[in-house]
């Protein structure tokens, strides 16, 4: 019976399951080839945390560790049920509030090595988490997209962490009622926008926010098919990316973007001086859901998870 001992949390609703124990040795390389080893040599450990029958499609995990980069608290390598995450910002938020719970941290600012580069993470006193992101910027501005059904959108494509779609003409209500006919749309959204950018896994709609306290309300269709309960981090970053480009949010100002559940990040940016880009700072809370050992019998056929692949 092999062991898997991993720290539960959700940040704004939208979980992440952290191992803490019992995970694939990935030797001591930068992180970007640490998630090439653990794709093709340990996939097996990422679907037996996070897929069914111990999980389901909407966890995210991530693996604590060591880093490469010097200064850094920990590494840290996120995936979910089909693959793995460049960087996720509730994860992150997730993973600094876990590591406080276990005492390994204390309230301050720390550096995380990801696999697309260094991130810095303030523990706030209050619980909240700042995550000073990686670089971000748009790429495309209203790229035009027919779907299949003839409906036409259009939309940005920028870089948070992770690849967007970022999309405000979808005539949709943003609204958890309203699940099945928006995941539907983005799913023939994503199709369409991957026949031109493959790289593209993440498909975002933005609308007015329910809280007039909010400036816009989102719904984010994962790369695995579910749907991010919170504002989504790296999106929110790709979206103050297209915000600073458009000129339609200042350097400092606060952005607070509305989940399609209602959970709310605050993000603002701070330009780059001498690139396209800015440097996007997300602010949210986690909350600690479970301490548990995940079990894994040799025994059981469905042991490393149920899978697509
Ligand atoms: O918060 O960056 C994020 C994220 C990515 C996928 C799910 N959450």
Redesign the pocket.
């Given at each position: 019976m092999q062991r898997i001992s991993v720290i539960d949390s959700h940040t704004g609703g939208?979980p992440t399951r952290l191992i803490i124990s019992g995970g694939p040795e990935l030797g001591n390389g930068p992180l970007a080839e640490r998630v090439a080893i653990f794709e093709r040599d340990f996939d097996h450990y990422r679907s037996a945390t996070v897929n069914e029958p111990r999980g389901s499609e909407v966890i995210?995990g991530g693996l604590i560790v060591e880093p490469y980069e010097p200064g850094c608290v920990c590494g840290i390598i996120f995936f979910n049920n089909v693959g793995y995450?460049g960087?996720?910002?509730?994860?992150t938020i997730g993973l600094i509030a876990t590591l406080a719970h276990l005492g390994k941290l204390a309230s301050g600012t720390h550096k995380i090595d990801t696999p697309v580069g260094v991130v810095s993470a303030t523990l706030h006193s209050d619980s909240r988490v700042s995550i000073e992101n990686v670089v971000s910027y748009r790429t495309e501005k209203a790229v035009a997209l027919t779907l299949p059904s003839g409906q036409s959108v259009t939309g940005d494509i920028a870089w948070g962490?992770?690849w967007f779609f970022l999309c405000a003409d979808h005539g949709e209500d943003i609204h958890v009622g309203n699940m099945e006919r928006l995941t539907a749309l983005l799913w023939e959204i994503r199709h369409e926008a991957n026949k031109r950018w493959p790289e593209l896994d993440h498909i975002e709609l933005f609308g007015p926010p329910r809280d007039p306290e909010n400036h816009s309300r989102s719904f984010v269709l994962?790369p695995g098919g579910a749907y991010?309960r919170?504002p989504?981090?790296?999106?929110t970053s790709a979206k103050l990316a297209c915000l600073a480009a458009d000129g339609k949010l200042a350097p400092g100002a606060i952005w607070r973007q509305e989940s399609v559940i209602g959970s709310v990040f605050e993000g603002t940016f701070t330009p780059l001086r001498e690139a396209e880009g800015v440097i996007p700072t997300i602010t949210g809370r986690a909350w600690i859901s479970a301490e548990a050992m995940l079990l894994l019998d040799d025994t059981d056929p469905f042991c490393w998870g149920i899978t697509n692949r």
């Open positions: 939208e995210v995450l960087m996720c910002g509730h994860g962490g992770n994962c991010d919170s989504c981090g790296t999106g």
